[in-house]
């Protein structure tokens, strides 16, 4: 079964820059898996970030931004802010109607 | 502005059948641009996808749930459902409903989450 791969956790500090990635266990991400991503905080609705590989959702700020670094999809966020600490989570589309997610980067800005 | 809420049972007993339902509102729910679905988050976990519906009724599922899960759509009511059953402590999670928007390939819409206990 396909395995949609996070780092578990990532920390910044504020102003600063971080790359998080989403990768596949057996092959490489592509933007032909739609690769998406959906930021959490605790106990609150996931929320749309970046969809097809680099486009932001209506309102995200222009500091997060969407790639495809070598064989995995990457969420950059530039310049973080403190409100940025939350779960990230990628979403790939591996077609035939099956949709995986990754299993989170926990994110901490300090 | 789409809406989607979920209802349903918030505790279910194992080995019976969890169902719920997702009501939407705004937006057009048979547009061919959507798919209906289920994406649920045990307590401190991640996201796990379950499945979509369309609004034809042609549903996909997550193969690891495949053989216990059901999505149907009723589009009188602008509602899709999921049935789970012979549930398990394991299947306690929030339940999330959600629009997947096929024009940008992405999940745009949730609702809030329904918290689903299994539990005797």
């Known amino acids: 079964q396909t395995v949609v791969t996070q780092e578990p956790s990532f920390s910044v500090s504020p102003g600063g820059t971080v790359t998080l990635t989403c990768g596949l266990s057996?092959?490489?991400?592509?933007?032909?898996?739609?690769p998406s991503w959906y930021q959490q905080t605790p106990g609150q609705t996931p929320r749309t970030l970046i969809y097809?590989?680099?486009t932001r959702s209506s309102g995200v700020p222009d500091r997060f931004s969407g790639s495809i670094l070598g064989n995995k999809a990457a969420l950059t966020i530039t310049g973080a802010q403190a409100d940025d600490e939350s779960d990230y989570y990628c979403?790939?589309?591996?077609?035939?109607?099956?949709?995986?997610f990754g299993g989170g980067t926990k994110l901490t800005v300090l | 502005q789409v809406q989607l809420q979920e209802s349903g049972p918030g505790l279910v007993k194992p080995s019976e059948t969890l169902s719920l339902t997702c009501t939407v509102s705004?937006?057009?729910?048979?547009?061919?641009?959507?798919?209906w679905g289920w994406i649920r988050q045990p307590p401190g976990q991640g996201l796990e996808w379950i499945g979509t519906?369309?609004?034809?009724?042609?549903?996909y599922s997550n193969p690891s749930l495949k053989s216990r899960v059901t999505i149907s759509v009723d589009t009188s009511k602008n509602q899709f459902s999921l049935r789970l059953t012979s549930v398990t402590a394991a299947d306690t999670a929030v339940y999330y409903c959600?629009?997947?928007?096929?024009?940008?390939?992405?999940?745009?819409?949730w609702g809030q989450g329904a918290l689903v206990t299994v539990s005797s």
């Open positions: 959600a629009r997947f928007y096929w024009n940008d390939v992405s999940i745009d819409y």
């Open positions: 705004g937006g057009s729910f048979t547009s061919s641009s959507n798919s």
């Open positions: 519906v369309s609004s034809s009724g042609t549903s």
């Open positions: 057996s092959g490489s991400v592509s933007t032909g898996y739609y």
């Open positions: 097809s590989t680099i």
């Open positions: 979403v790939l589309y591996m077609g035939s109607g099956v949709w995986v």
